[in-house]
Nanobody, 124 residues
Framework: QVQLVESGGGLVQAGGSLRLSCAAS????????VAWFRQAPGKEREFAAA????????NYADSVKGRFTISRDNAKNTMYLQMNSLKPEDTAKYYC?????????????????WGQGTQVTVSS
C-alpha cells in the first residue's frame, strides 16, 4: 500500500497563494492516480483536483478551475496543489488521496489511500 503525508497548509489572506505538497511512500507512486479533496466543518468531503498516473491529464472541480493547479513529480514521489487567488470559501482541511485507477475520479469512494490532511484557512 501507499502512505500519504500532506504539508504546506496555513493561514493566508484572501487573494493570496499557497502550495500544498503530498509526499508518498510505499508502493510505486506512478502506479496511482492522485487527487486533492477538501472538507470544511459541517460539510461533506468534496473533490478539488485529480491527476492521472503519468501527470498528463489533470481534472478540476468548477469551484477551483482557473485558480488551482495540480501537478506531480513521480521521480520525487510527490504531488502538488498550487492555489492562487484564494477565497474565504476555500477554507477547509485538504486531503490527498490515491487510487489505482489510471485517471482518478471525483468520487471519494474510488480512492483507497488517504493522508491525514493539512488545514488551509483564508481570511477575508
Amino acid at each position: 500500500q501507499v502512505q500519504l503525508v500532506e504539508s504546506g497548509g496555513g493561514l493566508v489572506q484572501a487573494g493570496g497563494s499557497l502550495r500544498l505538497s503530498c509526499a508518498a511512500s510505499g508502493r510505486t507512486f506512478s502506479n496511482y492516480a492522485v487527487a486533492w479533496f477538501r472538507q470544511a466543518p459541517g460539510k461533506e468531503r468534496e473533490f478539488a483536483a485529480a491527476i492521472s498516473r503519468n501527470g498528463w491529464i489533470p481534472n478540476y472541480a468548477d469551484s477551483v478551475k482557473g485558480r488551482f493547479t495540480i501537478s506531480r513529480d513521480n521521480a520525487k514521489n510527490t504531488m502538488y496543489l498550487q492555489m492562487n487567488s484564494l477565497k474565504p470559501e476555500d477554507t477547509a482541511k485538504y486531503y490527498c488521496a490515491a487510487t489505482t485507477a489510471y485517471l482518478g475520479s471525483f468520487l471519494p469512494r474510488e480512492y483507497n489511500y488517504w493522508g491525514q490532511g493539512t488545514q488551509v484557512t483564508v481570511s477575508s
